[in-house]
């Protein structure tokens, strides 16, 4: 499958779910360590597509509205660059069937 | 001390294992607070699909007559599937009565009613934010709100344990600690959903499916995928390991889309819509890498201490008995006003007495052994069962034995001796390490 049909597939799926965004983020890179990253593991490991670098600078760009709040990218960053935590108190990710 | 305690002892995290916790300390009349980061309890948490009917008595006792679940589960089949096609094994029986198909929002809140009930003092809304700490003692939690302090605190916080990490009780997660899983809940009419699984149109009984395999592009990954039928929706999701998925780039929902084209899945869920997706890890830690599981003024318990066995679906009756035995300890540590980490010891105690350790000990190698086989099992077994039964049902008008010779020759040739001998080993192991076992 190709990357961008794949994106194209979670966001449809993302948009199924409830969320209480919050308007600040949870997750935070170090962006140094990113400049340096060739794996870019983030970047496809999220379920959520949550993830992406900007061509231009090359940070990492965290779309934290999306996350699902499962800890795999802070677990998958091969350089520990994820200060990752959950959304404060009653934000996030709201599951009614699952 | 000088601390004014505003209970006997706080529960992190009302998940089932917190719950549980919580309310094995209520019925013995101490007074208990249950906090809990999410608006609706269970709304964070998502999981495959059945509870289990033992494991729930042992906690809510004949309250789960009432559990408002979708469907028994009394039908289990395990397929292998290739390329084109799949092996089934199936086991159906309609006395079966002990798993039930309940969504974690649903299930939880009942739970969560049952808890209230009984004296527990629920906090919704409220993440704790650290633990606070007197003379080396954990002595309650800082929340975004105020602080509690109680001299036992039940760490029940899930697989990410945020706190576990802050204590030190366990060591910093790798992607071989952790499967990732997503799931699609499809909803389908509830006449064509039972028409398909041959399900009886009273609406009580229900399917649970685990897939191995399944996609050959990726030969070493090991794949598991599973489908529980609800009252008028299908749960289908995949889980794969953050090892395997780092080496090949991959993202699990490709998985999922993959596996929802599989010849033998498509059919299965076809004229469904996606109502929620849903994505979670499973923690792989197992015996092997055991957190410590108790410190001065502190317990651990569940999915927060790798409490699960994967390869049975078996998680939250982990997370129900563990949460009841850490809030047992905690009260024998009550009774004796002795919060020490010696005291609460008994924990580990009795942990290792229940079937959660011994479980997890004589299951210690299994999914090591299974990712270390991953190729054999999801791919090279798969391709000679497509084989074998090719032979059996060609009806080609050529002789039975000269194909049977074939396929055992080739079933030699095409492997490498050792590779055979390692299988072999390997699954003898696990199966011996099982039946062996504590
Ligand atoms: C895909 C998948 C399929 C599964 N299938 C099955 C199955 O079919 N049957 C089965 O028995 N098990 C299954 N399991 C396992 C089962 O879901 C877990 O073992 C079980 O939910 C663990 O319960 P718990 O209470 O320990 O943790 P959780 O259910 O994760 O609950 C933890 C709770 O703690 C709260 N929390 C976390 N941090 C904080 C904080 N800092 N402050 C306040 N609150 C906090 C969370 O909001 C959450 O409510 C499955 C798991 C997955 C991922
Ligand atoms: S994998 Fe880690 S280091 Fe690499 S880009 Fe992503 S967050 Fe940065
Ligand atoms: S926690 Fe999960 S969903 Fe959220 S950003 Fe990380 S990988 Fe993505």
Known sequence: MKKEDNKKSIQDKLNTIKYNCDSKTHLKVEQKKCLKCREK??????????????EESGYTIVQYENCLECGACKIACPKDAIDWDYPDAGYGVIYKNS | MDINFNADVIVVGAGPCGISASMSVALNGKKVVLIDKSQYAGSKNMYGGAVYDCALREVFKDEVD??????????????????????????????????????????????IG????????????????????????????????????APVVIIADGVNSMLAK????????????MLLS??????????????????????????????????????DLFMMSFLYTF????????????????????????????????????????????????????????????????????????DASGFINSIHSEGTNFALISGKLAGESALFALENNDFSQSTLSIYKKKLDKSFILKDLYSYRNVIDKLHSRSKSLSFYYPKKIKE?????????????????RKFFFNFIKDRNIFEIIKDVFAFSKCALDVFFGR
């Not at chain 1, 496809?44 to 670098?53: D, E, G, K, R």
């Not at chain 2, 704790?128 to 080396?136: A, E, Q, R, T």
């Open chain 1, 41 to 54: 593991t983030c970047t496809f490991i999220c379920p959520a597509n949550v993830y992406s670098t900007d």
């Open chain 2, 231 to 302: 009252k008028d929706t299908i749960m289908l999701g995949v889980g794969a390991s953050l090892q395997d998925l780092t080496k090949y780039k991959l993202n699990i929902n490709e998985l999922l889309d993959k596996i929802k084209l599989h010849p033998d899945i498509s059919p299965l869920i076809e004229g469904s819509r996606t109502i929620e997706y849903s994505a979670h890890l499973i923690p792989e830690t197992g015996y092997n890498k055991l957190p410590k599981l108790y410190t001065s003024g502190a317990l651990l318990a569940g």
């Open chain 2, 66 to 111: 009432n559990l408002p679940y979708e469907r028994i589960i009394n039908s289990n089949s395990w397929t292998f599937l290739n390329d084109t096609g799949s092996f089934e094994l199936k086991y159906k029986d309609n006395s079966l009565k002990n798993a039930y198909a309940i969504k974690r929002f649903n299930l939880e809140k009942w739970m």
């Open chain 2, 166 to 177: 802050k204590l030190n009780l366990r060591q910093k997660y790798t992607p071989k600690d």
């Open chain 2, 388 to 404: 074998f039964f090719n032979i059996i049902l060609s009806a080609d008008c050529k002789s039975k034995s000269k194909h049977f």
């Open chain 2, 182 to 219: 997503a799931k699609e809940t499809l909803k389908l009419d509830k006449k064509t959903l039972e028409n398909r699984f041959n399900l009886s149109p009273d609406g009580k009984n229900g399917v649970c499916k685990m897939f191995f395999g399944g996609i050959e592009e990726y030969k």
């Open chain 2, 114 to 149: 049952i808890a209230k009930k009984n004296g527990v003092y629920y906090i919704p809304n409220t993440k704790v934010n650290d633990l606070i700490k007197k003379d080396g003692a954990v002595v309650g939690v800082e929340t975004n709100l105020e602080k509690y302090y």
